[in-house]
């Protein structure tokens, strides 16, 4: 059907290759074309949850696609014969279930304002009016992604900060980096808020994390079945947990490169952090940041 189609397209002579017809009207071939759906479908069945229904008969095609002999034929296993197994392990997971709409509002407020100006003056009242301000921002540097956290005082030196490479740019998104900013300036603000009740016996109210990303504060908005989700997730649930210890989060957007120290010193600390061998990979700090919040918490 497609040899039929493609002859009269292009008007060509009915002896003409199959093969030269493919090429002339740049269309991939159709073993080609079904091998590119079945491993589309596959990624995306990889990207359900643990316990969805379909992955135990991911389990079983994974078992049997080395099978030779007189095995009955399996269309799943057959297509991830042509699939590296590995790759499909680090594939994120996305869960479809929607969030319940009696959950509670992990930040007092997300703020994108549109208008630049307006932006930069919001967060100027932002530094004035709460706590702790936190920001955050992400980077990329010799084919590397970097994000990092910081907090300055009135004089603009910095009183906390923390830096990650996030990875590099081939497996990872500026989307995603953007969003671990955001998460571990989560995880500044609590250690803050741990050290000001240690030293002073009283609870820090209220903090605000500026972020120079509005497809991040979308996400974290909105959080649907995009790319992410996990990281949207952990974020949520970071900022419930400290919510719930007595310090209220917002989220501000500040336009990128608008001369604010706060938001340059990020931006700097970010691609330092991209620089391969200069900091901990994000899987690993991710891991000792949990357990140093989790026991931080439990203190408090």
Known sequence: MQRAALIR?????????????????????????????????????????????????????????????????????????????????????????????????????????????????????????????????????HGHLGAAAVVL?????????????????????????????????????????IRHWRTSNTRVRSATILSDSKSALQAVQNPGKNSGQQIIHAILQAARNTKTHGTSIRLQWIPGHCEMPGNDTADFLAKDAAIPGKTHPFCFLLSRERAHIRQGIHAQ
């Open 9 to 141: 397209v292009l008007s060509a002579f009915r002896t003409v290759a199959t093969t030269t017809l493919d090429v002339e009207a740049c269309v991939l071939p159709t073993h080609l074309r079904l091998r590119y759906r079945a491993q589309n479908t596959i990624t995306r069945l990889h990207t359900l949850p643990q316990k969805h229904p379909i992955w135990s008969a991911l389990r079983r095609a994974q078992r049997r696609r080395n099978n030779r002999g007189s095995f009955a034929r399996f269309p799943l296993s057959d297509a991830l014969k042509t699939m590296n197994l590995e790759r499909l392990q680090e594939i994120e997971m996305i869960d479809p279930t929607p969030l319940p709409p009696w959950r509670k509002e992990a930040f007092s407020e997300i703020e994108i304002e549109s208008d630049r100006e307006l932006a930069i003056g919001r967060a100027e009242t932002a530094q004035a009016t709460a706590d702790i301000v936190v920001y955050s921002d992400a980077s990329g540097r």
């Open 153 to 193: 005082n009135n004089s603009l030196e910095t009183i906390d900060s923390i830096q990650v490479q996030v990875g590099p740019m081939d497996r990872w998104s500026v989307h995603a980096a953007e969003l671990i900013g955001i998460l571990y300036a989560i995880n500044v603000i609590n250690k803050i808020a």
